[in-house]
């Protein structure tokens, strides 16, 4: 009786994704798991934009924006501040467009550790500033852009007694790819497209990872064509260049440098996928169709995925699945949202009845 109780609980409570996938993780009895239990995010039929592609194609969106800091980078950070502290380490540091400060931040404070964050002034969204502050890291923000942030915390790291924790560090595509085997499981096997948005290009990469993985280990039968989409103003996997000064509303892939640049090459071309740029307005079409169609509120970033799926959806096979990767929470950028939607906002309006009925149409 008491064994069949806890067993039910067990099956019941998510202990955290390195809980759940320890297996196929590099952590081992020793290593001290510091959990917000992330992972296990919805992966939600999205019917209204699968209409606009048609052909009965099946749309997804994995909404990764509902981890515990609101970003995908959870899933990083639970693996790499638990690899630090099995290291003995006491302080951690990143550069960041918000979301890696927010789970840096997050997960080094549970961990008991410092945390340094270097961010581009004047492009980190409100909500991840508010974030890294409160969770107590020490922040400082540099009159230069993330690029430039990241080549300096590489080069703290390797002077002082400081861990790097952006995706350059192995343990957050570890931890990262679990969520490719979220959607194998959900779905029963891969899906026939991933629309993911890329900015250093390590959430591309770990998904492949993890598909890699299932499909040797014969957990799906197929592998995903990966499709990539980054901002027009911060597009260097598609020119080919790097973008001195790059520039988006996205400012979680406003990265001119791709710190995973080789890897995410490689994704493409063993995965048959594509890489494709997406304009602002294309992004806030998109994500102003996800919001007010389907309800699902992310933030700018992870609507590229989105966008660009709409924006090469005659590519896609009738009767395809496909994937859109939405990374982060809309709340996290609040600036944008209050500027950038499709619905009236009435003010100043009389406290009556008769006045509110008015000009809601009824009288
Ligand atoms: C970090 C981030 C990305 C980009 O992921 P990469 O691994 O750098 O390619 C996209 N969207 C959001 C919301 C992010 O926080």
């Not at 934009?49 to 995908?72: C, E, H, M, W």
């Not at 990262?176 to 899906?191: I, M």
């Not at 959430?203 to 040797?216: K, L, R």
């Amino acid at each position: 009786m008491t064994l069949s109780l806890s067993t039910a609980k067990s099956n019941r409570v998510w202990p955290g994704l390195i809980e759940a996938y320890r297996q196929y993780l590099p952590v081992t009895e020793a290593t001290p798991i510091v959990t917000l239990q992330e992972g296990n995010t919805p992966l939600i039929p999205v019917p209204t934009i699968a209409q606009l592609v048609g052909r009965q194609v099946r749309v997804l969106v994995k909404y990764d924006g509902l981890n515990p800091t609101g970003s995908f980078k959870d899933r990083g950070m639970t693996m790499a501040i638990s690899k630090a502290k099995e290291a003995g380490v006491q302080a951690v540091i990143c550069a960041s467009t918000g979301n890696t400060s927010a789970a840096a931040a997050a997960y080094a404070k549970r961990g008991g550790m410092r945390a340094f964050v270097l961010i581009p002034e004047g492009y980190v969204a409100l909500g991840k500033l508010a974030q890294a502050l409160v969770y107590g890291a020490e922040v400082f923000s540099i009159k230069g852009n993330f690029d430039q942030a990241l080549k300096i915390v590489q080069e703290m790291a390797m002077s002082y007694p400081v861990t790097l924790v952006n995706s350059v560090n192995p343990y957050r595509l570890e931890g990262q790819k679990t969520a490719a085997f979220e959607v194998v499981e959900a779905l029963g096997d891969a899906p026939d497209w991933l629309c993911i948005p890329v900015g250093n290009a390590g959430n591309i990469t770990a998904y492949w990872m993890g598909f890699c993985e299932y499909h040797q280990l014969g957990k799906c039968l197929r592998l995903p064509r990966m499709m990539g989409f980054q901002a027009a103003g911060a597009a260097p996997l598609i020119t080919g260049q790097v973008v001195a000064h790059p520039d988006t509303v996205a400012t979680a892939i406003r990265i001119g440098n791709p710190a995973n640049w080789e890897k995410a090459i490689a994704v493409q071309s063993a995965s048959r996928g594509q890489f494709n740029a997406v304009t602002d307005a294309e992004i806030l079409e998109a994500y102003k169709l996800l919001a007010s169609e389907e309800g699902i509120f992310c933030e700018p970033a992870s609507a590229a995925s989105v966008a660009g799926m709409l924006k090469v959806k005659d590519q896609i096979p009738t009767g395809a699945t496909v994937v859109c990767v939405l990374t982060g929470n809309g709340l996290k950028d609040p600036a944008t949202a209050i500027e950038h939607n499709q619905n009236s906002f009435s003010q100043g309006i009389a406290p009556s009845l008769a006045a509110v009925a008015k000009v809601m149409g009824f009288e």
